[in-house]
T-cell receptor, first 122, second 112 residues
């Protein structure tokens, strides 16, 4: 199992261009989380997706950002009309099923992280 | 709103010395807490979780609900422990479905 894959690892865009970040979860994982790490800050949750569904997008900026996780293929985080403030490291994580704690199943599922995509906006 | 605070951005110790990385949290429900570690040029990985009550690589962390803390400790630091450490809190249910809230991270450097 190759682990969570992200590409590209580094992406440079000029202001106003579009950025597409890809995340391939681990084999057998159907849940994907995206996090953003701005310079000098910790990782911040953006969005949680299952196959073909957005479950929680409470951390996504209201404009220019979108995410999808189609039935086939990787999850995509798309940033339209990028601005300098979008420069950050974007991480995705996958888990085999919904990650939660001591609920009915009494099981916690770990989130496995990808290496991240470092986006630089010139 | 939930929040995780790691007050130390940088922490330096000598090999063999005890180390404690501080983590405080605020959360209205019953929290699940974790420590993640990122070694140089590697991806973020789970170090330990409070519900497991385990010791990994000599590290332990005890959840103190009274002080709302989850400090990471190791009695004798090793050079290979040098890394970035993140404390994280997870939603245990509801509409937030297990998203992680991270602290700002602490860079631990263990000198020979």
């Amino acid at each position: 199992n190759a682990g969570v894959m992200q590409n590209p690892r580094h992406l440079v865009r000029r202001r106003g261009q579009e950025a597409r970040l890809r995340c391939s979860p681990m084999k057998g994982h159907s849940h994907v989380y995206w996090y953003r790490q701005l310079p000098e800050e910790g990782l911040k949750f953006m969005v949680y997706l299952q196959k073909e569904n957005i479950i929680d997008e409470s951390g996504m900026p209201k404009e220019r950002f979108s995410a999808e996780f189609p039935k086939e293929g990787p999850s995509i985080l798309r940033i339209q009309q990028v601005v300098r403030g979008d420069s950050a490291a974007y991480f995705c994580a996958s888990s085999p099923r919904r990650t939660y704690g001591l609920g009915l199943a009494g099981i916690h599922n770990e989130q496995f992280f990808g290496p991240g995509t470092r986006l630089t906006v010139l | 709103a939930q929040r995780v605070t790691q007050p130390e951005k940088l922490l330096s110790v000598f090999k063999g010395a005890p180390v404690e990385l501080k983590c405080n949290y605020s959360y209205s429900g019953s929290p699940e807490l974790f420590w993640y570690v990122q070694y140089s040029r590697q991806r973020l990985q789970l170090l330990l979780r409070h519900i497991s009550r385990e010791s990994i690589k000599g590290f332990t962390a005890d959840l103190n609900k009274g002080e709302t803390s989850f400090h990471l400790k190791k009695p004798f630091a090793q050079e290979e422990d040098s890394a970035m450490y993140y404390c994280a809190l997870q939603n245990a249910g509801g509409t937030s479905y297990g998203k992680l809230t991270f602290g700002q991270g602490t860079i631990l450097t263990v000198h020979p």
